[in-house]
T-cell receptor, first 117, second 113 residues
Framework: NAGVMQNPRHLVRRRGQEARLRCSPM?????VYWYRQLPEEGLKFMVY????????ESGMPKERFSAEFPKEGPSILRIQQVVRGDSAAYFC???????????????FGPGTRLTVL | GESVGLHLPTLSVQEGDNSIINCAYSNSASDYFIWYKQESGKGPQFIID?????DKRQGQRVTVLLNKTVKHLSLQIAATQPGDSAVYFCAENSDDSWGKFQFGAGTQVVVTP
């Protein structure tokens, strides 16, 4: 059973360009989460998605950032008009369907390291 | 606001000794906690979890202790090995923010021979 897959692993963009980060959850998992990690800091929650639904986007910046998890295909985190402050590691996690229980382990992918020049 | 934090940013441990990593949390509604290990350039790796109806849970060479009275969580690693060198994070979750884990800042564990 393959783990959470993320690609690309490294992404370099110039200021003003768009960044697209992809995440394929573990097989059987229908919940996807995106986190951002700045150097030497903990992970910060961004967004929680289920198939075709955004459940919680309270950690997403109000502008330039968007996320989706379509019926088919990977989840996409999209950053428009990137700025240097967007440089970070972006991690995706997934979990199996778990109803309303909070006891739901999240499995993390290897991350995408975004560098904005 | 509510937060999760760690007492020690760096912990140096001699190989073979036991390690103790501490974590304080302030959200009294938190009911599920996970310890993650993150090696350089990799994603967080699940180590062990604990629910709020427990105060202790053991895994292979690891033990997590939860003290709800003082909102404190700790991770004990027995017989620390070089492969244990990593950053360790505690993460907490509550039913009113399901799916949204809050992570502490992390503790760097350095195992010396």
């Amino acid at each position: 059973n393959a783990g959470v897959m993320q690609n690309p692993r490294h992404l370099v963009r110039r200021r003003g360009q768009e960044a697209r980060l992809r995440c394929s959850p573990m097989k059987g998992h229908s919940h996807v989460y995106w986190y951002r990690q700045l150097p030497e800091e903990g992970l910060k929650f961004m967004v929680y998605l289920q198939k075709e639904n955004i459940i919680d986007e309270s950690g997403m910046p109000k502008e330039r950032f968007s996320a989706e998890f379509p019926k088919e295909g990977p989840s996409i985190l999209r950053i428009q008009q990137v700025v240097r402050g967007d440089s970070a590691a972006y991690f995706c996690a997934s979990s199996p369907p778990g109803g309303s229980s909070s006891y739901n382990e999240q499995f993390f992918g290897p991350g995408t390291r975004l560098t904005v020049l | 606001g509510e937060s999760v934090g760690l007492h020690l940013p760096t912990l140096s441990v001699q190989e073979g000794d036991n390690s103790i990593i501490n974590c304080a949390y302030s959200n009294s509604a938190s009911d599920y906690f996970i310890w993650y290990k993150q090696e350089s350039g990799k994603g967080p790796q699940f180590i062990i979890d604990i629910r709020s109806n427990m105060d202790k849970r053991q895994g292979q060479r690891v033990t997590v202790l939860l003290n709800k009275t003082v909102k404190h969580l700790s991770l004990q690693i027995a017989a620390t090995q070089p492969g244990d060198s990593a950053v360790y994070f505690c993460a907490e979750n509550s039913d009113d923010s399901w799916g949204k884990f809050q992570f502490g800042a992390g503790t760097q564990v350095v195992v010396t021979p």
